[in-house]
T-cell receptor
């Protein structure tokens, strides 16, 4: 009963390095999203996807890329990491993203950019 | 975009006390959601509210959808140690149901 799985759990990067945060769900959810959590700011939406091949920007998309080639996976790419991207990242999914639906969250990736 | 403001930002209480927290917005929300985040984990949905004035309970938790549709309240009765965590209010943006807006959270600490 995996739900939403995020890897890695922790990551340290140097400024300018690139990396991909992985997110996979086994609930056949069409909707997937990425949030970042910073102290005192709650969770802010980075990118989301309503189905394979469809992605859109959230509140804070700059510096991040996403793609959705399969229903199960929704990776988040940092092309050139910056200290401002130090944060905890959460992936979440739901059946279709409707306002009445429950979002299921992964356990997060803690990223530090030095 | 729409913003949600939670208060208080943190609470330090004794075990057994009741807890009240609220969430306000300058714009109308059609759905109010309350999530709880425990240390090292992602948020988990506690209660969902869909109608103005609605009052919904989940065990010792009770949440209300404000009449003005610009606020919501969460109460926890007889707190226990496992209530520790960060409580977030959230709601879907009017222009896009897929975009969920979160408040900044209320951190609850309980002294046994």
């Amino acid at each position: 009963n995996a739900g939403v799985t995020q890897t890695p759990k922790f990551q340290v990067l140097k400024t300018g390095q690139s990396m991909t945060l992985q997110c996979a769900q086994d609930m056949n959810h069409e909707y997937m999203s990425w949030y970042r959590q910073d102290p005192g700011m709650g969770l802010r939406l980075i990118h989301y996807s309503v189905g394979a091949g469809i992605t859109d920007q959230g509140e804070v998309p700059n510096g991040y890329n996403v793609s959705r080639s399969t229903t199960e996976d929704f990776p988040l790419r940092l092309l050139s990491a910056a200290p401002s991207q130090t944060s905890v990242y959460f992936c979440a999914s739901s059946y279709s993203g409707g306002r009445n639906e429950k979002l299921f969250f992964g356990s997060g990736t803690q990223l530090s950019v030095l | 975009g729409q913003q949600l403001n939670q208060s208080p930002q943190s609470m330090f209480i004794q075990e057994g006390e009741d807890v009240s927290m609220n969430c306000t917005s300058s714009s109308i929300f059609n759905t109010w959601l309350w999530y709880k985040q425990e240390p090292g984990e992602g948020p988990v949905l506690l209660i969902a509210l869909y109608k103005a004035g609605e009052l919904t309970s989940n065990g010792r938790l009770t949440a209300q959808f404000g009449i003005t549709r610009k606020d919501s309240f969460l109460n926890i009765s007889a707190s226990i140690p496992s209530d520790v965590g960060i409580y977030f209010c959230a709601g879907p943006e009017l222009q896009g149901a897929q975009k969920l807006v979160f408040g900044q959270g209320t951190r609850l600490t309980i002294n046994p």
